[in-house]
C-alpha cells in the first residue's frame, strides 16, 4: 500500500554555462535539500542572502525518517515562517507509556507548562516535513536557486571557496561558490570528497521499522512495550503520524538474520499481533519496511575551510530521544544567522569557527542523551539487558526507579561554554532567567505587549518578538526606554545591522509581573539576544556601550555607532 | 539522589558488570549489596530491601532475548 501523499516530482535543469560552468558565481551552494538544507537555504534568505540548493533527487523524500519535531524546532521554523504548515499538519503530543510484560511501568509527560505557546513534541512524516519547507522556499524563491536531479560528484576546496562538480540527466557542469553548506546526510558526498569519517560509537541493537495505514482514534503519544506477551523479549515502540499512518518500530533478537526480519511474511505477524495486544482490530496495512542500527557519531569539526557542515552529515545520533532532524534543525539555525553576518561583511570568518564550537559541543551533548537511550532501549551487554529487566520488574512496585525508564526527550541545547557567551560580560547577579547561551524561556506578555514578528497586532508570547536581527529585551517597570538606549536601534540601521529594542514588563496584570519574575527582572535588566534565539549577554542595568562592546565580540567587522565607541 | 545522579550511578553499574564479564558479575553483584548492607545498616530496612528484591522475581525469559 502506498503513503496517503503522492509527491509531485521535479524535472533537472541547466543553467547558463560558460565552458561547461555554471556562469553565476554563488555566494552560498548548499547540498542537499533535506530538512537541514531547506533550513540553512530559508533562514539565509531571511537574512537577505541567496543560495543555490543542490538535489539529488526529483521529489521529497519517501519513507519512513525523521517524525517527531520539537518544540526548540516549533520556534526555529515560526522564525523561518513555515509554522502554520507545521501546526496544520502534525498531531501535537505531550506524553507517553511505557508498559513492562503486561504492567504500565511509567507514564511520562514532557514539560508543557501554561507559559507555553507551542506543544513539546509534533509528529508528521518526513515528507511533509520536507514538503512545507519546499513550499516555503518556493516563496523565496527569488533568493533560492533549488536544482533537482542535480547529483554532487566532486568537490574542490580552494582558497577563496570551492569548486563542485555536478550530475544531471541533461549533462554534467561544475559550479562556482563561495561557501558550500553540506547538509547531505548521513552518507555525505561533501563529506567523502574531503575524505572525513564520522567517529564515535555503533550499537549492535537492530531495529525493524514499519509504517502501517490503519484508521484509530487512540491519542498520539509515545508507547513503549518491554517484553510484551505479543513479541517476548523484544522492545516495541508505537508513533501515530498524521493520516491514519502509525510508525511501528520493534527490536530484533540477536540471533535474528536481519534480511529474513524485513521480510513480510517475517513482519506482518509480529505487527498483527502487537496491534491484537493493544485492542486495534482495524483493517491495517504495511506501507514500509526497514532496518535500523543506531549510531553516535560526529565529525571533531563542522568547519573545513570553506566548506560547512550540518544535520545527518555532521553527526548521527540515535533515534531514541528524537534528536536527529531536530538537532539538524538547530544547526542550520545557528549557522544562517552567522554565515549571513559574514557574507555582510559585519563579522570575520571566525564567527563561523563558533558555529563549529557550539553545535559540537550541542552533538556531543546530544549523543551523550542518544546513548542512554540507545542503552536502555537496545541493551549493548548482558550488564545492561539485566539491570534492565531489574528496573522494568521494580518499577511496578517501587516509584523510584521509575525515572530509569523515561526516556530523555530532547531539550533546548545551552551554549555556555560558547565563547561567544563568555566575551560578552553578562553581569552575573541574576538569580533565575536564561543563562548567556541558553535559549529565552516561553512565556505569556500580557499588556501592553510589543508587535509580533512581521505584524502590526501585539505578540501573544515571548519568542514572537524575535526575528532575523539581534533583540534587546528592557525590562522597564515603568515602560520607558532609557534614552541611551533609545539611541541604539537607529545606531544599529546605521551600520545595516538589524536590530529591534522590545520594552517589556511594564504591565500591571499578572502576565508582566510573571514575565518579570521569570526573567529575574523585577527592577529592569536587559537581555542581548542572538538572531538565534539563545541569550548572548544580559545586565541588571545596562548602558549602550554595554551592549555595544558585547555585540563588537560577535561582529567583529562594524565599527558600531553606539554608546561610547 | 536525583534522576539525573541515579541515572549515572547505573550506567556505572552496568560498565562495572560489563567490564568483568559475565561469569563474574554475579560476583560482582554480591560483593555490591554486601557493601550497600553494611553502609545501610539499618536492619529492618535492609530486610524489606531483601524481599523486594525477591518479590515478583520475572522468570528467565526476561532477559537474554534480545
Given amino acids: 500500500m502506498p503513503y496517503p501523499f503522492v509527491p509531485e516530482r521535479f524535472s533537472a535543469g541547466l543553467p547558463p554555462l560558460r565552458d561547461g560552468v555554471d556562469r553565476v558565481r554563488h555566494r552560498v551552494a548548499i547540498v542537499g535539500a533535506g530538512p537541514v538544507g531547506y533550513c540553512v537555504a530559508i533562514g539565509l534568505a531571511v537574512h537577505g542572502i541567496s543560495s543555490v540548493l543542490i538535489e539529488a533527487d526529483d521529489s521529497v523524500c519517501a519513507g519512513s525518517r525523521a517524525i517527531c519535531i520539537s518544540r526548540r524546532s516549533l520556534e526555529i521554523l515560526d522564525r523561518l515562517g513555515a509554522l502554520p504548515g507545521f501546526l496544520a499538519t502534525g498531531l501535537p503530543w505531550t506524553g507517553g507509556r511505557s508498559f513492562y510484560r503486561d504492567r504500565e511501568v511509567l507514564r511520562f509527560a514532557m514539560p508543557n507548562d501554561a507559559n507555553q505557546r507551542l506543544p513539546p513534541m509534533l509528529n508528521l512524516a518526513q515528507y511533509h516535513i520536507e514538503q512545507i519547507l519546499l513550499d516555503r522556499v518556493r516563496e523565496l524563491a527569488d533568493r533560492i536557486d533549488l536544482r533537482w536531479q542535480t547529483r554532487l560528484t566532486a568537490l574542490e576546496p580552494r582558497a577563496d571557496g570551492v569548486r563542485a562538480r555536478l550530475a544531471t540527466p541533461l549533462g554534467d557542469y561544475a559550479l562556482e561558490a563561495d561557501w558550500v553548506v553540506a547538509a547531505d546526510g548521513g552518507r555525505s558526498t561533501v563529506r567523502e570528497s574531503l575524505g572525513l569519517a564520522l567517529a564515535g560509537t555503533s550499537y549492535e541493537g537492530r531495529y525493524v521499522i514499519v509504517d502501517v495505514a490503519m484508521p484509530s482514534d487512540r491519542p498520539t503519544e509515545r508507547l513503549a512495550f518491554f517484553d510484551p506477551p505479543c513479541n517476548p523479549g523484544s522492545t516495541v515502540l508505537v508513533h501515530k503520524q498524521p493520516q491514519d499512518v502509525w510508525r511501528i518500530d520493534y527490536q530484533l533478537r540477536r540471533d535474528e538474520d536481519a534480511e529474513a526480519a524485513v521480510r513480510p511474511e517475517n513482519v506482518l505477524p509480529r505487527v498483527e499481533s502487537l496491534l491484537a495486544m493493544i485492542g486495534e482490530t482495524a483493517d491495517w496495512a504495511p506501507i514500509w519496511i526497514s532496518l535500523y542500527r543506531a549510531n553516535a557519531l560526529t565529525l571533531e569539526r563542522y568547519r573545513h575551510g570553506r566548506v560547512l557542515f550540518a544535520g545527518d552529515a555532521a553527526h548521527l545520533v540515535p533515534i531514541f530521544g528524537v534528536r536527529g532532524a531536530n538537532s539538524g534543525i538547530d544547526d542550520a539555525d545557528n549557522l544562517a544567522w552567522k554565515l549571513a553576518a559574514v557574507l555582510h561583511g559585519h563579522a570575520s570568518e571566525r564567527l563561523l569557527d563558533t558555529y563549529s564550537e557550539e553545535r559540537v559541543a550541542a552533538a556531543k551533548e546530544n549523543l551523550g542523551y542518544g546513548a542512554k537511550s540507545t542503552e536502555f532501549m537496545a541493551p549493548p551487554s548482558f550488564a545492561f539487558e539485566w539491570m534492565r529487566t531489574a528496573v522494568l520488574g521494580l518499577a511496578v512496585r517501587h516509584e523510584s526507579v521509575r525515572s530509569l525508564i523515561n526516556p530523555p526527550q530532547t531539550s533546548p541545547i545551552a551554549y555556555t561554554d560558547s565563547s561567544l557567551s563568555r566575551a560578552a560580560e553578562s553581569s552575573p547577579e541574576f538569580e533565575t532567567g536564561p543563562a548567556p547561551g541558553s535559549v529565552l524561556v516561553e512565556a505569556p506578555l500580557g499588556t501592553p505587549a510589543p508587535a509580533a514578528r512581521g505584524t502590526e497586532a501585539p505578540a501573544a508570547y515571548l519568542t514572537q518578538v524575535l526575528g532575523d536581527h539581534f533583540t534587546l529585551l528592557h525590562f522597564a517597570p515603568d515602560g520607558v526606554l532609557p534614552a541611551d538606549l533609545a539611541g541604539i536601534e537607529a545606531g544599529m540601521r546605521a551600520c545595516g545591522i538589524r536590530w529591534r529594542t522590545v520594552v517589556l514588563g511594564a504591565g500591571t496584570d499578572e502576565a508582566a509581573a510573571a514575565l518579570r519574575a521569570l526573567y529575574g527582572a523585577k527592577h529592569g535588566a536587559s537581555y542581548l539576544v542572538r538572531p538565534d534565539g539563545h541569550v548572548l549577554a544580559r545586565w541588571r542595568r545596562c548602558a549602550a556601550d554595554d551592549v555595544r562592546r558585547a555585540l563588537a565580540g560577535v561582529l567583529d567587522r562594524v565599527a558600531l555607532r553606539i554608546g561610547d565607541g | ?66
Avoid: K, W
Fill in chain 2, 1 to 66: 539522589m536525583n534522576a539525573d545522579e541515579l541515572d549515572a550511578l547505573y550506567t556505572a553499574l552496568c560498565r562495572a558488570m560489563t567490564s568483568v564479564g559475565e561469569a563474574q558479575a554475579p560476583i560482582l553483584l554480591a560483593r555490591f549489596a554486601l557493601l550497600a548492607i553494611v553502609e545501610i545498616a539499618d536492619a529492618d530496612r535492609l530486610r524489606q530491601l531483601i524481599a523486594a528484591a525477591a518479590e515478583d522475581l520475572p522468570d528467565a525469559s526476561g532477559r537474554g532475548h534480545t
